[in-house]
Structures are given as C-alpha cells and as structure tokens.
C-alpha cells in the first residue's frame, strides 16, 4: 500500500535560542531543539511527552511557523516553507491550528466570542457577513458549547476554564485545520473537565480526520489521547525514542523513559510504601550546559564512559526507535506497579 505523503515534516531541525548578555557576560545560546526529525501524516495523534524545558513547545512553534530553524528544513506537503509562494503560505496557515494551554492568554478580554469567532471567518472568506451567526454557532454546537446563543456575547472571563478551551478549540477548527497542535490543552483546566476536553480531540480525530499533536508532560494523559497513535519521547531538545504509543509504554527502551514511566506514582497504599526503583538525577543535580556524547549521560543510572563520549544515533530496538548505547546490555523492562502487584497477590 501506498503510503500518504505527511502534512508536515521536520529534516534535521535546530534551534538556537539567544540568551541575553549581561554587563559582564557575552550573549550566549540555549539549544532548544537538536536535530529533530520528525513527520505527522493526515488524521493520525502523536503525541510529544517529555519534562519543562525539553523542547515540546518550541517544536509546535516550529510545525505552525512561528518559530523559524536555525538550520534544517520544515516542509509542508512536500513544498519546504520559504519556499512557498502566497498561496501555499495561507493553506500551511489555515491548515495548521494550535489550541495553547493559557485560554486566558490566547483569547481577546474585550472581545465577545461572536467576534473572535466570526472575525477571521469573514476576513478568510469562510463566511460572509450575513451568515456569520449561523457559522459560529455551528463551530460552537461542534465543541459542544451548547445552546450557541448563550455563549455568542459572552466575554472570555464570563466563561468557565473548560469553556475557554472549548472555544480555543472551535476557533482552531472554524480554520479547517488538517492538524491541531493541542499543547498542554487540560493543564490549566480543572481536572473534572479534562477528560471531556480530551474526548472532544479524539471526537475531532476519528471523525473529521484532523490530525493531533498533542503535547504534554503527563504520561496519564499522554496514555489516553494517544491510544491509537504514535509518541514522541523528548529530553534536552532531542527525540529520544518513539514508536507506538502502546508499544512503546509497555516495552520502553530509553533509560530516560524507563524511568518516567516507573515515577508514576500507583494508587495502592501497599505499593506506594514499597521503596521505588527511580534513580535518576534531577535537573539541579546535572551541570549547566547541554552535557557532551548523550545528553541524559548525567542522570542516567547505566552511563558509561562511552556515554559521556559519543553522541548516540537512533535506532531500532524492540518495537521503538530509540537512541542510547546501552539498551542491548539493558535488562529487560518489566513495570515496577505489575511486578509489585504480583508481589502483593502472592503474599
Ligand atoms: N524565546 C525564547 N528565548 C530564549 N530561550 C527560549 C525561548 N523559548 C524557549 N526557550 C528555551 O528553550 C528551551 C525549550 O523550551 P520549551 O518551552 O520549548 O520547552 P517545553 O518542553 O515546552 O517546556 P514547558 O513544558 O515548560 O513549556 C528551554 O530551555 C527554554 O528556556
């Protein structure tokens, strides 16, 4: 079978943020992404998990265009973007939507939602100005922000934190994206509504086939949205290993992930007492500066000398590909939470 050709792809992506100089100190780079690559094809999730500071953020920014590589290449349906002539550039900006975690930053305080709603659809020529009304309340019926005319006047602030993100959410879609960027959607949001946020993505994947990126640092979530995607491991800018995503959490490779996945806490008082198998150093504990040869060498429990030395390539390894020069010598990964269940089933 033919395979579709991706919506966007990453080709050996940096980025180099500047950081200020001070009185005595001459401006300096943060390596926020280091050679990415990475391709989101037509109606799949994938899903970006790693800890603050990895890079996720930066990565969405540079799918959507708002951040521009140092060096290597975004494509968007196979055109690189400078490249792109006017028309190419207005459907790469329709087509790619993000929906950010802050609704309250992301949405007008002095606008009512008809307006924030209705604006870009006439200026874009989706609607003209008689019909607005009707559009808008169709992409609100969408997001189920229901009955519409309760919501069309209403100001951001007169809305709940769910609400705000719905309707970040209904203003994404009213662009007829082929891709919704959704970083950290539910972090800021009470955790009741999560899941029916969630829910509304995978509604919007199944059944109008828009694509997801979702974004996060919770592994739970991560689970849940990605169930029938791929994910995408980060650490210090990098990819670390990706796959599956039910492949992947139930057979991880990279000792940064092994140890993520044996951090969730388990919601079993005689499991939680049991002491834990984490080990990994924390950020404070590692040295300033992106660290030589792998990155995570400095807080992993199996580095080596020739961690500290060469820079690993990604591989395949089980299910994953994953980059690290020791995951042969590895032992097998069995879930901490199963086998401390066994433990408890047998005593
Ligand atoms: N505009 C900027 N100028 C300078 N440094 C930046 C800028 N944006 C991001 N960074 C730095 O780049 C690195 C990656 O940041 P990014 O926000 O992409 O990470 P993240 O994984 O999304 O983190 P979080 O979950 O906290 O948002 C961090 O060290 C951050 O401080």
């Known amino acids: ?5 991706p919506i966007v792809e990453l080709s050996h992506v940096e980025v180099n943020f500047k950081k200020k100089a001070g009185l005595f100190k001459k401006a300096d780079y943060v390596n926020a992404l280091h050679d990415i690559n990475l391709s989101i094809y037509p109606g799949e999730v994938v899903v970006l998990v790693g800890e603050s500071g990895s890079g996720k953020t ?7 265009g708002i951040v521009q590589p140092t060096s ?6 196979g055109t690189q973007v400078p490249k792109m002539n006017q028309e190419q550039r207005e459907e790469y900006r329709s087509r790619i939507q993000m ?12 606008r009512r939602m008809i307006k924030t709603l209705g604006d870009p659809l006439v200026i874009k020529k989706y ?29 951001p602030h007169q809305l709940s934190g769910g609400q705000r993100q ?14 919704l960027l959704a970083d950290e959607p539910v972090s800021m949001i009470d955790v009741s509504l999560r899941v029916s946020v969630l ?20 592994l739970a979530t991560a689970r849940y949205v990605g169930q029938n995607g791929r994910i995408a491991v980060m650490y210090l800018g990098q990819i670390v290993e990706t796959g599956n995503l039910q492949e992947v959490l139930s057979n991880p490779q990279h000792p940064y992930l092994r140890a993520l996945l044996a951090a969730v806490p388990i919601p079993d008082p ?17 040295e300033e500066g992106i660290p030589h040869g792998c990155r995570f060498h400095n807080r992993c429990p199996y580095c080596k000398e020739i961690c500290k030395e060469k820079k690993p390539v990604m591989e395949k390894h089980g299910f994953s590909m994953a980059a690290c020069h020791r995951i042969a010598e590895l032992p097998p990964f069995s879930l901490y939470q199963a086998s401390r269940k066994e433990d408890n089933h047998e005593g």
């Open 99 to 110: 929906v950010q975690q802050d609704s309250y930053a992301s949405l007008n305080p002095m």
């Open 72 to 77: 290597g290449k975004v494509f968007f349906k």
């Open 166 to 179: 719905r309707m970040l959410i209904a203003r994404a879609i009213s662009m007829n994206p082929e891709l």
């Open 1 to 5: 079978m033919e395979k579709t050709a």
């Open 127 to 155: 609607s003209d100005k008689k019909n607005v009304e009707e559009k808008v309340s169709h992409f609100l019926n969408t997001v189920e922000l229901t009955p519409p005319e309760n919501f069309l006047q209403k100001y």
């Open 270 to 286: 005689r499991v939680a007492r049991q002491p834990r198998e984490t080990n990994i150093k924390t950020m404070e504990e590692i």
């Open 199 to 218: 829910n509304l993505l995978a509604i919007l994947n199944q059944r109008d086939n828009i694509a997801i990126t979702y974004i996060t640092h919770d």
């Open 58 to 64: 930066t990565m969405a920014n540079v799918i959507a």
